[in-house]
């Protein structure tokens, strides 16, 4: 056409000495002839835009570094919505994954590029029946954040027990990113240590020997625990 336009950057050293980058833009007028009548030119210093965009990238590629070094599982989720008319957001249906790491990957059993990509219910449709799904709709749709626990019931994987956090989607309001680690082990030994106890406590109410559960080491003349026949002995001393 009559009119051009160029658009390019230079490096320049500033008068400290410093070298830095110029972005220019020139468009070019051209009369009926094609021959250029006026050109018009903008210059600006983006250097202070470069580092900064440079400091991001390297924030960044640590930021990814961390995440696929690390032995949690850790998922970027949007929730997919019902077709509604007149533009009314429609309820969740669903969650795309739009990124995840190896140790995701691993917990859910699947493949890294199978899981990327897919829909969270298609891959793991029992997610529904373990409150997964009804977790991360309500925190896209409250904006709460969500800390605690989900008993999995999926035989094709290894944890039973997840636990799970899932904080606010800052950069897309129907995105969020979820964290989840195995305590599956850590539920088994509470649940022992709840037994033991439970078989303990049983003994000590059900034998007529005097004993005394002492706390120690710092307290050991106080009693924490004592049957009842540690109480008669008490009460009639």
């Known amino acids: 056409g009559r009119d051009g336009a160029w658009l390019g950057t230079s490096q320049v050293r500033h008068p400290d000495g410093t070298t830095g980058t110029m972005s220019h833009l020139v468009l070019a007028r051209r009369d009926d002839t094609g021959a250029v009548e006026s050109l018009i030119t903008v ?4 250097t202070a835009q470069q580092r900064t965009e440079a400091a991001l990238r390297a924030v960044e590629a640590r930021f990814r570094a961390a995440i696929d070094g690390s032995t949690r599982a850790h998922l970027v989720l949007r929730a997919v919505r019902a077709a509604t008319g007149g533009g009314a957001r429609g309820r969740i249906v669903d969650f795309d994954v739009v990124d995840a790491n190896a140790a995701a990957a691993t917990l859910l059993a699947t493949a890294l590029d199978d899981l990327v990509g897919s829909r969270l219910l298609e891959l793991f449709p029992l997610a529904r029946d373990a409150g997964l799904f009804a977790i991360y709709a309500s925190a896209v749709e409250t904006g709460l954040r969500y800390d605690g626990e989900a008993h999995l019931r999926d035989p094709r994987l290894a944890a039973t027990w997840l636990r799970l ?7 897309e309001p129907d995105a969020i990113a979820v964290t989840a680690r195995d305590v599956t082990a850590e539920k088994a030994a509470e649940r022992r240590l709840a037994e033991s106890e439970a078989r303990l406590q049983l003994i000590y109410q059900s034998t007529s020997d005097v004993m005394f559960l002492l706390r120690a080491p710092e307290r050991r003349d106080a009693a924490t625990l004592a049957d009842p026949a540690a109480y008669r002995m008490e009460s009639v001393n």
């Open 43 to 46: 210059q600006r210093d983006i």
């Open 165 to 171: 956090v899932v904080p606010l989607g800052d950069a």
